[in-house]
T-cell receptor, first 114, second 115 residues
Framework: GDSVTQMEGPVTLSEEAFLTINCTYTATGYPSLFWYVQYPGEGLQLLLKATKADDKGSNKGFEATYRKETTSFHLEKGSVQVSDSAVYFCALSEANFGNEKLTFGTGTRLTIIP | NAGVTQTPKFRVLKTGQSMTLLCAQDMNHEYMYWYRQDPGMGLRLIHYSVGEGTTAKGEVPDGYNVSRLKKQNFLLGLESAAPSQTSVYFC??????????????FGSGTRLTVV
């Protein structure tokens, strides 16, 4: 079945540091890939997505590129801020009719210190 | 504001009590989902619905029932609550164009404690 493996957390960085959170996936078809962010006490929000190979999703300074050859969708940001502290989830959805489910990774907690 | 609304936001139940969590969305989405979130386990799918009047089991359906009588509402029921059902519950809805899924919109969650 489908699965998503995320970098184990927690991750602690200083403000303005470079961020990478690794995500790899296993899927039988051609999935769409997503990163979600969860701020304390809130629900998950869609951060960015990519729906086909070599697509780059970007939002709020975060980027991730859909790499079919390495089955990866790593999240990156060049200079993190304290406000980026949150839990980040990688997810995939198979592009099949009748299969509307998202499969999530276990999440990576990110803390940015001033 | 458009989106997914969950009620209640917090609830404490005694073991054996029943309750219903309500999820409402105003985006005309076909698909709706209930997840539970537990520390170290990410999100696990309880039940989902691909349209009005339909429901299906997810990864962890035992102890829960759902109904989708109206397109905009998706109810999650606990008939006899157990401490193992202490969790944060999230509802989500989604749409699709062609073969591509466009991600979920989540509610803000319901924190349930069973004592």
């Amino acid at each position: 079945g489908d699965s998503v493996t995320q970098m184990e957390g927690p991750v602690t960085l200083s403000e303005e540091a470079f961020l990478t959170i690794n995500c790899t996936y296993t899927a039988t078809g051609y999935p769409s890939l997503f990163w979600y962010v969860q701020y304390p006490g809130e629900g998950l929000q869609l951060l960015l997505k990519a729906t086909k190979a070599d697509d780059k999703g970007s939002n709020k300074g975060f980027e991730a590129t859909y790499r079919k050859e390495t089955t990866s969708f790593h999240l990156e940001k060049g200079s993190v801020q304290v406000s980026d502290s949150a839990v980040y989830f990688c997810a995939l959805s198979e592009a099949n009719f009748g299969n509307e489910k998202l499969t999530f990774g276990t999440g990576t907690r990110l803390t940015i210190i001033p | 504001n458009a989106g997914v609304t969950q009620t209640p936001k917090f609830r404490v139940l005694k073991t054996g009590q029943s309750m219903t969590l309500l999820c409402a969305q105003d985006m005309n989405h076909e698909y709706m989902y209930w997840y539970r979130q537990d520390p170290g386990m990410g999100l696990r799918l309880i039940h989902y619905s691909v349209g009005e009047g339909t429901t299906a089991k997810g990864e962890v359906p035992d102890g829960y029932n759902v109904s989708r009588l109206k397109k905009q509402n998706f109810l999650l029921g606990l008939e006899s609550a157990a401490p193992s059902q202490t969790s944060v519950y999230f509802c989500a809805s989604s749409s699709r164009t062609g073969r591509r899924h466009y991600g979920y919109t989540f509610g803000s969650g319901t924190r349930l404690t069973v004592v």
